[in-house]
Protein backbone atom coordinates (compact mmCIF):
# COMPACT_ATOMS: atom_id res chain seq x y z
CA UNK A 1 0.00 0.00 0.00
CA UNK A 2 1.08 3.33 -1.10
CA UNK A 3 -0.12 6.73 -0.44
CA UNK A 4 -0.61 8.98 -3.51
CA UNK A 5 0.92 12.27 -2.97
CA UNK A 6 -0.77 15.25 -2.89
CA UNK A 7 -0.10 16.24 -6.84
CA UNK A 8 -1.45 13.20 -7.96
CA UNK A 9 -4.26 13.24 -5.91
CA UNK A 10 -5.32 16.83 -7.09
CA UNK A 11 -5.50 15.21 -10.94
CA UNK A 12 -8.42 12.70 -9.80
CA UNK A 13 -9.83 15.53 -7.94
CA UNK A 14 -10.00 17.95 -10.69
CA UNK A 15 -11.61 15.21 -13.09
CA UNK A 16 -14.95 15.43 -14.42
CA UNK A 17 -16.92 13.45 -16.71
CA UNK A 18 -16.61 16.15 -19.92
CA UNK A 19 -12.52 16.74 -18.39
CA UNK A 20 -10.77 13.75 -18.11
CA UNK A 21 -7.21 13.16 -16.83
CA UNK A 22 -5.86 10.89 -18.55
CA UNK A 23 -2.65 10.29 -21.02
CA UNK A 24 -3.66 9.13 -24.40
CA UNK A 25 -1.80 8.11 -27.44
CA UNK A 26 -1.97 5.96 -30.86
CA UNK A 27 1.41 3.98 -31.80
CA UNK A 28 1.14 2.61 -35.51
CA UNK A 29 3.46 -0.70 -35.89
CA UNK A 30 4.72 -2.47 -38.94
CA UNK A 31 3.44 -5.88 -39.35
CA UNK A 32 6.33 -8.40 -40.38
CA UNK A 33 6.54 -9.64 -43.71
CA UNK A 34 4.13 -12.17 -44.78
CA UNK A 35 1.37 -11.14 -41.56
CA UNK A 36 -1.34 -10.52 -41.87
CA UNK A 37 -2.45 -9.14 -38.58
CA UNK A 38 -0.99 -8.77 -35.13
CA UNK A 39 -1.53 -11.25 -32.86
CA UNK A 40 -3.31 -10.10 -30.18
CA UNK A 41 -2.48 -13.39 -27.98
CA UNK A 42 0.68 -13.13 -28.25
CA UNK A 43 0.33 -9.26 -26.98
CA UNK A 44 -1.72 -9.92 -24.16
CA UNK A 45 0.24 -13.16 -23.04
CA UNK A 46 3.28 -11.04 -23.40
CA UNK A 47 1.88 -8.28 -21.07
CA UNK A 48 0.72 -10.50 -18.74
CA UNK A 49 3.78 -12.27 -18.37
CA UNK A 50 5.47 -8.87 -17.43
CA UNK A 51 3.04 -7.01 -14.89
CA UNK A 52 5.06 -8.41 -12.03
CA UNK A 53 7.91 -5.81 -12.98
CA UNK A 54 4.95 -3.03 -12.71
CA UNK A 55 3.24 -3.21 -10.00
CA UNK A 56 1.47 0.15 -10.42
CA UNK A 57 -0.27 -1.07 -12.97
CA UNK A 58 -2.79 -4.05 -10.80
CA UNK A 59 -3.07 -1.25 -8.23
CA UNK A 60 -6.42 0.82 -7.75
CA UNK A 61 -6.78 3.91 -6.09
CA UNK A 62 -8.61 3.63 -2.65
CA UNK A 63 -9.87 6.55 -0.82
CA UNK A 64 -9.46 7.01 2.59
CA UNK A 65 -12.47 6.72 5.21
CA UNK A 66 -14.06 10.13 5.36
CA UNK A 67 -11.08 11.28 2.80
CA UNK A 68 -8.81 12.81 6.04
CA UNK A 69 -6.40 11.37 4.10
CA UNK A 70 -5.00 10.88 0.37
CA UNK A 71 -6.11 7.56 -0.98
CA UNK A 72 -3.69 5.02 -1.48
CA UNK A 73 -2.40 2.66 -4.33
CA UNK A 74 -3.31 -0.97 -3.14
CA UNK A 75 -3.78 -4.05 -4.97
CA UNK A 76 -6.86 -5.17 -7.32
CA UNK A 77 -8.54 -8.12 -5.73
CA UNK A 78 -10.50 -8.55 -8.93
CA UNK A 79 -7.40 -7.79 -11.53
CA UNK A 80 -7.84 -9.07 -14.95
CA UNK A 81 -6.51 -8.42 -17.48
CA UNK A 82 -8.52 -8.42 -20.34
CA UNK A 83 -10.19 -5.34 -18.25
CA UNK A 84 -7.48 -3.02 -19.86
CA UNK A 85 -6.45 -5.16 -23.02
CA UNK A 86 -9.72 -4.93 -25.79
CA UNK A 87 -8.92 -5.70 -29.06
CA UNK A 88 -11.35 -4.57 -32.31
CA UNK A 89 -13.00 -7.39 -33.36
CA UNK A 90 -13.21 -6.06 -37.25
CA UNK A 91 -10.98 -6.89 -40.45
CA UNK A 92 -8.60 -4.39 -41.76
CA UNK A 93 -9.49 -1.09 -41.08
CA UNK A 94 -8.61 2.27 -42.77
CA UNK A 95 -7.14 5.15 -41.55
CA UNK A 96 -10.04 7.32 -41.14
CA UNK A 97 -11.42 4.56 -39.39
CA UNK A 98 -8.47 3.84 -36.94
CA UNK A 99 -9.04 7.72 -36.29
CA UNK A 100 -12.71 7.39 -35.00
CA UNK A 101 -11.74 4.08 -32.98
CA UNK A 102 -9.02 6.24 -31.51
CA UNK A 103 -11.51 9.35 -31.00
CA UNK A 104 -13.97 7.24 -28.97
CA UNK A 105 -11.67 4.95 -27.15
CA UNK A 106 -9.76 8.15 -25.75
CA UNK A 107 -13.06 10.16 -24.72
CA UNK A 108 -13.90 7.54 -22.61
CA UNK A 109 -13.40 8.25 -18.75
CA UNK A 110 -11.27 5.89 -17.04
CA UNK A 111 -13.14 3.34 -13.95
CA UNK A 112 -11.55 4.25 -10.44
CA UNK A 113 -12.60 0.78 -9.63
CA UNK A 114 -9.65 -0.86 -11.46
CA UNK A 115 -6.26 -0.30 -12.03
CA UNK A 116 -5.99 3.44 -14.06
CA UNK A 117 -4.85 2.32 -17.62
CA UNK A 118 -6.48 0.96 -20.73
CA UNK A 119 -5.52 -0.41 -24.25
CA UNK A 120 -7.01 -0.97 -27.51
CA UNK A 121 -5.69 -3.51 -29.91
CA UNK A 122 -6.39 -2.94 -33.45
CA UNK A 123 -4.73 -5.93 -35.42
CA UNK A 124 -4.99 -4.68 -38.87
CA UNK A 125 -5.06 -1.35 -40.23
CA UNK A 126 -4.16 -0.85 -44.02
CA UNK A 127 -0.93 -0.57 -45.33
CA UNK A 128 0.34 -3.00 -43.58
CA UNK A 129 0.26 -1.66 -40.23
CA UNK A 130 -1.14 -2.83 -36.84
CA UNK A 131 -2.06 -0.13 -34.12
CA UNK A 132 -2.19 0.10 -30.54
CA UNK A 133 -4.21 3.07 -28.48
CA UNK A 134 -3.42 3.43 -24.93
CA UNK A 135 -4.11 6.18 -21.86
CA UNK A 136 -3.25 6.02 -18.83
CA UNK A 137 -4.52 8.08 -15.48
CA UNK A 138 -2.70 11.33 -15.21
CA UNK A 139 -2.25 10.46 -11.24
CA UNK A 140 0.08 7.94 -12.48
CA UNK A 141 2.19 8.94 -15.10
CA UNK A 142 5.47 9.93 -14.76
CA UNK A 143 8.57 9.17 -16.22
CA UNK A 144 9.00 5.74 -14.74
CA UNK A 145 5.62 5.01 -15.28
CA UNK A 146 5.95 5.80 -19.20
CA UNK A 147 9.32 3.49 -19.50
CA UNK A 148 7.25 0.87 -17.47
CA UNK A 149 4.42 1.08 -19.85
CA UNK A 150 6.89 0.79 -22.93
CA UNK A 151 8.36 -2.47 -21.11
CA UNK A 152 5.16 -4.15 -20.61
CA UNK A 153 4.49 -3.27 -24.98
CA UNK A 154 8.12 -4.06 -26.28
CA UNK A 155 10.58 -6.02 -26.42
CA UNK A 156 14.27 -4.53 -26.60
CA UNK A 157 15.07 -7.06 -29.79
CA UNK A 158 13.41 -8.99 -32.12
CA UNK A 159 14.19 -12.33 -30.79
CA UNK A 160 13.47 -11.71 -27.17
CA UNK A 161 11.85 -14.90 -25.33
CA UNK A 162 8.12 -14.83 -24.25
CA UNK A 163 7.91 -15.40 -20.78
CA UNK A 164 5.11 -17.41 -19.41
CA UNK A 165 2.05 -15.69 -17.02
CA UNK A 166 3.46 -15.65 -13.49
CA UNK A 167 0.82 -16.93 -10.90
CA UNK A 168 -0.36 -12.88 -8.48
CA UNK A 169 -2.10 -12.88 -5.32
CA UNK A 170 -3.36 -9.52 -4.45
CA UNK A 171 -1.57 -8.00 -1.02
CA UNK A 172 -3.39 -9.22 2.07
CA UNK A 173 -6.29 -6.55 2.68
CA UNK A 174 -7.04 -6.08 -0.87
CA UNK A 175 -9.66 -8.78 -1.25
CA UNK A 176 -9.67 -12.18 -2.80
CA UNK A 177 -9.10 -13.30 -6.26
CA UNK A 178 -5.33 -14.07 -7.54
CA UNK A 179 -3.90 -15.81 -10.68
CA UNK A 180 -2.47 -14.84 -13.84
CA UNK A 181 -5.15 -12.22 -14.28
CA UNK A 182 -6.21 -13.76 -17.54
CA UNK A 183 -9.70 -15.04 -17.67
CA UNK A 184 -11.75 -16.56 -20.88
CA UNK A 185 -14.50 -13.65 -21.20
CA UNK A 186 -16.09 -11.65 -23.96
CA UNK A 187 -17.19 -8.12 -23.82
CA UNK A 188 -18.76 -5.30 -25.72
CA UNK A 189 -17.79 -1.63 -25.25
CA UNK A 190 -19.35 1.61 -26.59
CA UNK A 191 -17.45 3.86 -28.36
CA UNK A 192 -18.54 7.29 -29.56
CA UNK A 193 -17.93 7.91 -33.60
CA UNK A 194 -15.98 10.55 -33.22
CA UNK A 195 -14.90 13.59 -31.11
CA UNK A 196 -17.55 16.13 -32.81
CA UNK A 197 -19.73 13.37 -32.37
CA UNK A 198 -19.60 12.52 -28.34
CA UNK A 199 -23.30 11.87 -27.65
CA UNK A 200 -24.41 9.80 -30.47
CA UNK A 201 -21.76 6.78 -30.44
CA UNK A 202 -21.84 3.45 -32.07
CA UNK A 203 -21.50 0.22 -30.66
CA UNK A 204 -18.19 -1.78 -31.49
CA UNK A 205 -17.88 -5.33 -30.77
CA UNK A 206 -14.57 -5.50 -28.93
CA UNK A 207 -13.16 -9.46 -28.33
CA UNK A 208 -11.47 -10.46 -25.53
CA UNK A 209 -9.21 -13.36 -26.67
CA UNK A 210 -9.61 -16.80 -24.30
Known amino acids: MTRLSSLDSSFLRVETPTAHMHVGWLSTLELP ?13 QIAGRLHLTPRFRQRVVPAPLSLAEP ?20 KVSRRRLGELTDGFLSVQLRRDRPLWSLLVVPSVEGGRAAIVGKVHHA ?31 APGSGGG ?25 EVTVRMLP
Do not use: K, N, Y
Open 140 to 170: MVDGIAAVELGVLLFDASPDARPVTPALWEP
Open 33 to 45: AGAQQLDPAALIE
Open 72 to 91: TWEDDPDFHILRHVHVVDEP
Open 178 to 202: GGTGVPRMFSRIHLPRSTTDVRSGC
